[in-house]
């Protein structure tokens, strides 16, 4: 079965400063995506990464993907309020064909 | 832009009563899933739908559950009798291609008293 796993899962950071969140997964897979999720609405897709070395940035986020050892990064950059949600990564169990699994989330307040 | 859209927003039900949840895709789009999160917890996958059959569906999707796509537009889920712990945000999902990402509509939360 693919796990995955986020850290940290709660995040308290000051405005201005950057910090890293990590994704680790526990099988192969050749897709990985990246979610923001406020409070009591949809899930909003950030970044898709399909191969190894795979980097993507949007504004104050960059994601990134290491097939070999399995982990993706989400680095936040001069954080601002506005970036304070709960973020997803999830990855395709290439077994499985369709079917995401997502990780527990982190929840990001900028402060 | 396109949106995938769901009704109803919130639905309260009395356990063991039947629940339709309904979801309209993006128009173009080929692959269909229904995913669900109780909450303040994970995202949850229930069922991915393809060319009109389920592909695949999670040990959550038990005899209770069945998907639907009547009409060509419309992408249903169905709980035949439902339970407390069915309570949760239920959204549905929609993409046009394995390598592109999903795109979830604004849920359902399932209120099961």
């Known amino acids: 079965e693919l796990k995955v796993e986020q850290n940290p899962l709660f995040l308290s950071m000051q405005e201005g400063k950057n910090y890293t969140i990590y994704c680790n997964y526990s099988?192969?897979?050749?897709?990985l995506y990246w979610y923001r999720q406020d409070p009591g609405k949809s899930l909003e897709s950030l970044f898709v990464?399909?191969?190894?070395?795979a980097v993507k940035q949007e504004g104050r986020l960059m994601a990134s993907l290491d097939t070999k050892a399995r982990l993706s990064t989400l680095h936040i950059t001069a954080a601002v309020h506005d970036l304070s949600a709960t973020y997803f990564c999830?990855?395709?169990?290439?077994?499985?064909?369709?079917?995401?699994?997502f990780g527990k989330g982190t929840s990001l307040l900028v402060t | 832009e396109p949106e995938v859209t769901q009704t109803p927003s919130h639905q309260v039900t009395q356990m063991g009563q039947e629940v339709i949840l309904r979801c309209v895709p993006i128009?173009?789009?080929?692959?269909f899933y229904w995913y669900r999160q109780i909450l303040g917890q994970k995202v949850e996958f229930l069922v991915s739908?393809?060319?009109?059959?389920?592909?695949?569906k999670s040990e959550i999707f038990d005899d209770q559950f069945s998907v639907e796509r009547p009409d060509g537009s419309n992408f249903t889920l169905k709980i035949r009798s439902t339970k407390l712990e069915d309570s949760a945000m239920y959204f549905c999902?929609?993409?046009?291609?394995?390598?592109?990402?999903?795109?979830f509509g604004n849920g359902t939360r399932l209120t099961v008293t």
């Open positions: 999902a929609s993409t046009g291609g394995r390598y592109s990402p999903l795109h």
């Open positions: 099988t192969t897979s050749d897709r």
């Open positions: 990464l399909l191969s190894n070395g």
């Open positions: 999830a990855v395709d169990d290439s077994n499985s064909g369709y079917a995401l699994n």
């Open positions: 128009s173009n789009h080929l692959y």
């Open positions: 739908f393809y060319n009109n059959e389920i592909s695949e």
